[in-house]
């Protein structure tokens, strides 16, 4: 047995897609990314590993406030928060928090966008991974 299932890890990562509808708003789409068993480096114990396709540099955002009007993404990319608490708002209405740990695929880069607002304590910090290929996710 390996030692991730030893540990009772889960075999997969959950996360929110936010996604551009047909009518040109924004919504969250449940997902999640298979993890598989890898041994990265000698003497190191395997590890759940999943795989993020990334276009171009990553960037670090460092924010004393978070809170914007409603916005396309600039690209397709992975938000990763490092640090804070964000809100997130489709143009359906819905909410979601993400912080710390919480990995968002962001794909709605046309029309009305979504809204984020910083929630709690500054500074808000967050890694964005723009992305090419996004055919390693599935959809729950």
């Known amino acids: 047995m390996s030692a991730v299932r030893a ?35 000698t003497g190191v114990p395997a590890m759940a ?10 960037t670090y955002l460092r924010s004393a406030q978070f809170d914007s009007d409603p916005h396309p993404a600039p690209a ?5 928060m490092l640090r804070g608490l964000i809100e997130v708002t489709t143009s359906d209405g819905r909410r979601r928090r993400f912080g710390p740990g919480d990995l968002v695929h962001v794909e ?12 709690g304590d500054a500074p808000f910090e967050a890694l964005f991974v723009p992305t090419t290929d996004f055919s390693i996710a599935t959809e729950n």
């Open 7 to 41: 540990a009772g890890l889960a075999k997969t990562l959950r996360y929110s897609r936010i996604v551009r509808t047909a009518d040109g708003g924004s919504r969250f789409v449940d997902a999640e990314l298979d993890l598989a068993d890898r041994t990265l480096a």
């Open 49 to 58: 590993v999943a795989g993020l396709s990334s276009a171009a540099t990553v």
């Open 76 to 80: 397709e990319q992975w938000v990763v």
């Open 108 to 119: 709605d880069t046309d029309g009305q966008g979504h809204v984020t607002v910083g929630v």
